[in-house]
Structure formats: structure tokens, C-alpha cells
């Protein structure tokens, strides 16, 4: 797609704001001239195969999507999957339908006019992997659109998890203010539009455990953190936990794919919040090379920074164990320590061995 540049402000320093409205991004360059072509000229275009579109009520069976980041361990090495992912069932007792990764997801939505076409919303990798961050982190979402362009506003990476007034349309490429300090994201206005489907929705921690060995999985172990559906509209509970995929072989399907409360592997004790915090820490790009796995000198017990904590470097830390205050050894001004590093770590020299 031809890149359709046009400045139609100016920033504050004076230099035309060029922006490409084909691929929404901005085509200035040093000194604020114009750029040839955008920033997202070169990206790929999202294929058919890498689009799906969604009608609820053909899959009464239930219909699962989420916001999907890539595995906190990985030792089947397959291309990292961010994205939205997919669950489908025709039936609640069948095997799904579909489960799947995509780039973008389109669920059909009733039009108010029974004469319109169908209507569709769409739900891609930016909106949904901005959703799972906010989630995560248990931040309250709503719904902004644009004071210039009307578009739904996302907000993503570090706006994903702190709240603030100031947002960047990406869309128009154009800031506007906000009355209250928030994030914006549009997966919350589609959760609007199909509450009623998700009336029943429950969230349940599952009890289920597995202790293995690496050495008894050769094609692979992958290990991601649960994180609420942006749509759940099956009868049964959405279940919480460690989801978990054990591979014989390099090739095929896992022998086992399945969501567990308590997950042990070559000893190993690992942790469904440390995972979660950890799948989204490392998806942030602001705050990945800063994650590190800190001992309290006094009481040498495992500290965990939470909540916004786990979210903003800082290099003064206070135990929870003990309630000592020490500063970190590391070369940054700051970090955010959080335990299953050094676990994942150890996982990962244990595999090496084997």
C-alpha cells in the first residue's frame, strides 16, 4: 500500500507534523522534513491466513480470545507468537474447533439497521497484547476516542500500564488531553457490546499439578502465564494457572497441553504470578533489559517487586520477607526483581544437560 503523507499541524517546535495515513506512523525525519515513505511502510502486510472472522453464534460451544504474548520458557525454540489467540468450540463437550494465533480477529456484531451490511470489530496484535499488559496489572480500562479524528484510542507498551491525561492518537498522529488520568484500549468497548454472552463468566484457579523432568520431554517444553480472555462466552469457568505444552518429539502435536495450579520441573518450583508479571515485563519495551532476579543480603530470601513495583526501575528495594531496605548491585540506576529469572534460568542450563 502507497504511503498518503500529509502534515495537517504543526508541533510545537514549529516543524510540520508529516504523517502517513495509509499506515498510521509517522513519516518526518531529523529536522521534521518529510520522509519519502513512513516508519511502517516496510512492515508486512497481514495475510488472509493470519485473519479470522468470528460469528458467536455459530460456536454455542463457546468462543475463547486472547491477547497472546510469547512464552516466558521456550525450549522447543518456535518462532515467538504474539498476537490474538483463538479458541472455538461448536459444542461444550467437543474438541475445539479452532485454536490458533492470529494477527487479527473480526467478530460479527448486530447491526441496529436490518438492512445494513454485517458489521464486524476488529480486535489485532497491538489492541490485544495491550489489553493482556493492562490486565495483568490489574488497571482500569476505558474508552477515549480522538478530539481530532473520532478514532478509539489504544494505548500500548509503557501507557499500557500507567495511567495518565496525555495520549498519542495513532491514528491521526495528533495528542489530546483527557479530563482524568486513565488508559484507553477498545477491546473494552467490545466487551460492552457482548456482556451479555459473558454474563456467566467465572475465573477459577485451578488445583491440577505436574512435576516432570526436562530429560522425559525432548521435542520441548513451553510455559506461558494464564491472563483473562478479552471474549469468554463457554458455560464453564475460564480456568487461571500455568498453561503448559510437553513435547516427545520436535515434530506434531504436544503430549500434553494443558493449565495447572502448581507446576514443578527438574525440581524446580515455579510461580503462576511470577510468570505473568514476567510475560508482560519482557514484552515492555521500555523496561525489558531491567528485570533481574535480586537476593536480600540480610535474609538471602527471594525478593519480588509487585504491583506498579514490578513496573517502574527502582534501585532501593525493601524485603518482604524481612523488611530490609537494600540497593540493588547492578549497573542500571534501577531495576525490577522478579524471582522466576533465575528459576527459568536454572531450567534452562538443566536442559543443556540433558
Not at 87 to 94: A, F, G, Y
Not at 128 to 145: D, E, P, R, W
Amino acid at each position: 500500500m502507497k504511503c498518503d503523507i500529509r502534515a495537517e499541524n504543526k508541533l510545537r517546535n514549529g516543524y510540520q507534523n508529516w504523517w502517513c495515513y495509509s499506515h498510521f506512523a509517522s513519516a518526518r525525519g531529523e529536522n521534521g522534513q518529510r520522509l519519502q515513505k513512513c516508519k511502517n511502510a516496510d512492515l508486512p502486510i497481514v495475510q488472509d491466513s493470519e485473519k479470522i472472522y468470528i460469528d458467536l453464534d455459530d460456536y454455542p460451544g463457546g468462543v475463547g480470545v486472547w491477547g497472546s504474548l510469547q512464552a516466558v520458557y521456550d525450549s522447543k525454540r518456535e518462532i515467538p507468537e504474539n498476537g490474538v489467540h483463538v479458541h472455538l468450540r461448536r459444542d461444550i463437550n467437543s474438541e475445539k474447533e479452532v485454536d490458533k494465533t492470529f494477527k487479527e480477529v473480526y467478530i460479527k456484531i448486530s447491526s441496529p439497521n436490518l438492512f445494513d451490511n454485517v458489521e464486524w470489530t476488529k480486535i489485532d496484535e497491538s489492541t490485544a497484547c495491550a489489553y493482556t499488559a493492562s490486565i495483568i496489572f490489574n488497571k482500569n480500562l476505558k474508552i477515549l476516542k480522538c478530539k481530532h479524528c473520532g478514532k478509539e484510542h489504544v494505548d500500548a507498551e509503557y501507557f499500557a500500564v500507567h495511567y495518565h491525561r496525555k495520549h498519542f492518537c495513532t491514528f491521526c498522529g495528533r495528542d489530546f488531553i483527557d479530563t482524568e488520568h486513565g488508559i484507553s484500549n477498545p477491546v473494552y468497548s467490545i466487551q460492552q457490546i457482548f456482556k451479555e454472552k459473558m454474563l456467566n463468566r467465572l475465573i477459577t484457579k485451578v488445583d491440577r499439578k505436574l512435576i516432570v523432568d526436562q530429560k522425559d520431554y525432548p521435542g520441548g517444553i513451553q510455559i506461558w502465564g494464564s491472563n483473562p480472555a478479552i471474549i469468554w462466552t463457554a458455560a464453564r469457568s475460564e480456568e487461571a494457572g500455568m498453561h503448559v505444552h510437553l513435547f516427545k518429539s520436535k515434530n506434531g502435536m504436544p503430549e500434553i497441553d494443558d493449565t495447572y495450579g502448581y507446576v514443578e520441573i527438574d525440581g524446580i518450583e515455579l510461580n503462576d504470578q511470577m510468570i505473568r508479571y514476567y510475560m508482560v515485563q519482557k514484552s515492555l519495551s521500555y523496561l525489558s533489559k531491567y528485570i533481574t532476579s535480586e537476593t536480600c543480603p540480610k535474609c538471602n530470601k527471594e525478593h519480588f517487586d509487585k504491583e506498579d513495583k514490578a513496573l517502574n526501575p527502582h534501585k532501593i528495594h525493601e524485603c518482604e520477607h524481612c523488611g530490609n531496605i537494600f540497593e540493588d548491585k547492578t549497573r542500571f540506576k534501577g531495576v525490577v526483581s522478579n524471582p522466576i529469572l533465575k528459576r527459568l534460568a536454572s531450567l534452562e542450563k538443566n536442559k543443556d544437560r540433558a
